[in-house]
C-alpha cells in the first residue's frame, strides 16, 4: 500500500519516541516537577555504557548540580514518573551513597541495585508502568545509613539491542537526604564500569526471533541485600507520618512542602508469605498496588484477576 520509504518512517516514527524521569513522590507526596531531579538536556539516550554519561546521563555527573535535595527516610514508598515509552525494557533503581552532600556527588563510582521490574506476566516493565500513567513505584530498603544519597532511576529500551551498542540507556538521577537507621547494601557495582557492551542483557541479537523475554534480568546483577542494623517496629500500631522537606542546595534556603501521609496502618499479626511480605492486614490491593515486600505492613491480597507477584526483597505488586 504505502511506498516502502513511507511505511518505513511510520515505523520509526512509533518507535523513537525518547523519554526522561521527571518527578518522583514519596510516599504518595512530590515535591514537584523535575523538583531534585538532574534533568539532562534532552530526552536522548545513551548508548555508550563506558562513558560517564552511564552514571547519570549527560553532563548528569557535573557538581555542584545546584539540584535540590529531597529529604525521605529509610524504608518510604517512592514512586516515579517518566515521559510515556513503546520501548520494550526493564526499569531499575540504584543508590549511590551516603555522601554528606548529594549536590556535590558525580555518582561516578560505586552503587547498589535496590529496585528492579523487567518482564512480569508477558509484560516488559514499559507497558505495566504504562498502564500507569508511566509510575513505577518501589521501596527504599528500610536499612539505610543516614546521609546523602543519588537515587538513579535507569530504564533500558532494548528494541535497538539486536545491534551491538544499540540499546538505549534513559538514566535519570534525584538527590535523596536519607534519615535511616543504619545498615548497608551489598553487593555494589561501578558506574562506569559494570556494564559492557557486549553483556547477553544489553546486546541481544535474537531479540525478534527467539528470544525468550521471560529469561530477561536487567544489566548491573542482582538486586542488593541489605542488613538490618536497628530492626524494625515492633509495637502493635504502626503509624507513618511523612514529611517532605526540600532544600535548595544553590540558595541554601529551606523551601519546605509539609504534609502528612495518609498512610496509618494497624499491624495485626505477623508472617512470611512467599512474596516475601512480613505482615498482614485485611483488606485488598488493588491492580498494580503494592502487596508485599520487606517492611511492607499493607494488606497482601490481590483484587481478583490478579497474583502478588514480588518484584524484589522490598516489593512485591499485584499483577
Ligand atoms: C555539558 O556541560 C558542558 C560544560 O558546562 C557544556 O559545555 C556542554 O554543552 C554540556 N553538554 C550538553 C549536551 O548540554
Ligand atoms: C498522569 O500524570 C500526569 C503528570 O503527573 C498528571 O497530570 C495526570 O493527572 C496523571 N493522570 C492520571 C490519570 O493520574
Same mark, same amino acid.
Given at each position: 500500500?504505502?511506498?516502502?520509504?513511507?511505511?518505513?518512517?511510520?515505523?520509526?516514527?512509533?518507535?523513537?519516541?525518547?523519554?526522561?524521569?521527571?518527578?518522583?513522590?514519596?510516599?504518595?507526596?512530590?515535591?514537584?516537577?523535575?523538583?531534585?531531579?538532574?534533568?539532562?538536556?534532552?530526552? %536522548?539516550?545513551?548508548?555508550?555504557?563506558?562513558?560517564?554519561?552511564? +552514571?547519570?546521563?549527560?553532563?548528569?555527573?557535573?557538581?555542584?548540580?545546584?539540584?535540590?535535595?529531597?529529604?525521605?527516610?529509610?524504608?518510604?514508598?517512592?514512586?516515579?514518573?517518566?515521559?510515556?515509552?513503546?520501548?520494550?525494557?526493564?526499569?531499575?533503581?540504584?543508590?549511590?551513597?551516603?555522601?554528606?552532600?548529594?549536590?556535590?556527588? +558525580?555518582?561516578?563510582?560505586?552503587?547498589?541495585?535496590?529496585?528492579?521490574?523487567?518482564?512480569?506476566?508477558?509484560?516488559?516493565?514499559?507497558?505495566?508502568?504504562?498502564?500507569?500513567?508511566?509510575?513505577?513505584?518501589?521501596?527504599?530498603?528500610?536499612?539505610?545509613?543516614?546521609?546523602?544519597?543519588?537515587?538513579? $532511576?535507569?530504564?533500558?529500551?532494548?528494541?535497538?539491542?539486536? +545491534?551491538?551498542?544499540?540499546?538505549?540507556?534513559?538514566?535519570?538521577?534525584?538527590?535523596?537526604?536519607?534519615?535511616?537507621?543504619?545498615?548497608?547494601? $551489598?553487593?555494589?557495582?561501578?558506574?562506569?564500569?559494570?556494564?559492557?557492551?557486549?553483556?547477553? %542483557?544489553?546486546?541481544?541479537?535474537?531479540?525478534?526471533?527467539?528470544?525468550?523475554?521471560?529469561?530477561?534480568?536487567?544489566?548491573?546483577?542482582?538486586?542488593?541485600?541489605?542488613?538490618?542494623?536497628?530492626?524494625?517496629?515492633?509495637?502493635?500500631?504502626?503509624?507513618?507520618?511523612? +514529611?517532605?522537606?526540600?532544600?535548595? $542546595?544553590?540558595?541554601?534556603?529551606?523551601?519546605?512542602?509539609?504534609?502528612?501521609?495518609?498512610?496509618?496502618?494497624?499491624?495485626?499479626?505477623?508472617?512470611?508469605?512467599?512474596?516475601?511480605?512480613?505482615?498482614?492486614?485485611?483488606?485488598?490491593?488493588?491492580?498494580?498496588?503494592?502487596?508485599?515486600?520487606?517492611?511492607?505492613?499493607?494488606?497482601?491480597?490481590?483484587?481478583?484477576?490478579?497474583?502478588?507477584?514480588?518484584?524484589?526483597?522490598?516489593?512485591?505488586?499485584?499483577?
Amino acid at each position: 500500500m504505502y511506498p516502502l520509504a513511507l511505511t518505513i518512517a511510520l515505523f520509526v516514527g512509533v518507535t523513537t519516541a525518547h523519554q526522561n524521569f521527571h518527578q518522583l513522590w514519596v510516599n504518595g507526596v512530590t515535591p514537584g516537577y523535575q523538583v531534585g531531579i538532574r534533568m539532562p538536556p534532552s530526552n %536522548n539516550p545513551v548508548t555508550d555504557v563506558t562513558s560517564n554519561d552511564i +552514571t547519570c546521563n549527560v553532563n548528569g555527573s557535573k557538581v555542584p548540580s545546584g539540584i535540590a535535595t529531597v529529604a525521605v527516610k529509610a524504608g518510604d514508598t517512592i514512586q516515579v514518573q517518566w515521559d510515556s515509552s513503546t520501548h520494550p525494557g526493564p526499569i531499575t533503581h540504584m543508590l549511590y551513597g551516603p555522601v554528606s552532600d548529594a549536590s556535590m556527588a +558525580t555518582g561516578v563510582g560505586s552503587w547498589t541495585k535496590i529496585d528492579e521490574q523487567d518482564y512480569v506476566n508477558g509484560k516488559w516493565a514499559n507497558e505495566i508502568m504504562e498502564a500507569v500513567n508511566m509510575t513505577h513505584e518501589f521501596r527504599l530498603p528500610s536499612s539505610l545509613a543516614s546521609g546523602d544519597y543519588l537515587l538513579r $532511576s535507569e530504564m533500558l529500551a532494548l528494541h535497538g539491542s539486536q +545491534t551491538l551498542g544499540g540499546a538505549q540507556f534513559y538514566i535519570g538521577c534525584a538527590q535523596i537526604r536519607v534519615t535511616g537507621p543504619g545498615g548497608s547494601c $551489598s553487593p555494589s557495582i561501578q558506574l562506569p564500569g559494570a556494564y559492557k557492551a557486549t553483556d547477553n %542483557n544489553i546486546y541481544i541479537s535474537n531479540f525478534y526471533y527467539g528470544f525468550d523475554p521471560t529469561t530477561y534480568t536487567a544489566p548491573g546483577g542482582p538486586v542488593a541485600t541489605c542488613g538490618e542494623s536497628g530492626g524494625g517496629p515492633s509495637s502493635a500500631k504502626l503509624a507513618t507520618t511523612s +514529611t517532605l522537606d526540600v532544600k535548595s $542546595s544553590s540558595t541554601g534556603k529551606p523551601m519546605t512542602t509539609t504534609s502528612t501521609s495518609k498512610v496509618t496502618t494497624t499491624l495485626v499479626t505477623s508472617k512470611t508469605t512467599s512474596a516475601g511480605t512480613t505482615s498482614t492486614v485485611t483488606g485488598t490491593v488493588g491492580k498494580y498496588g503494592q502487596c508485599g515486600g520487606t517492611g511492607y505492613v499493607g494488606p497482601t491480597a490481590c483484587v481478583a484477576g490478579t497474583t502478588c507477584a514480588k518484584q524484589n526483597e522490598y516489593y512485591a505488586q499485584c499483577l
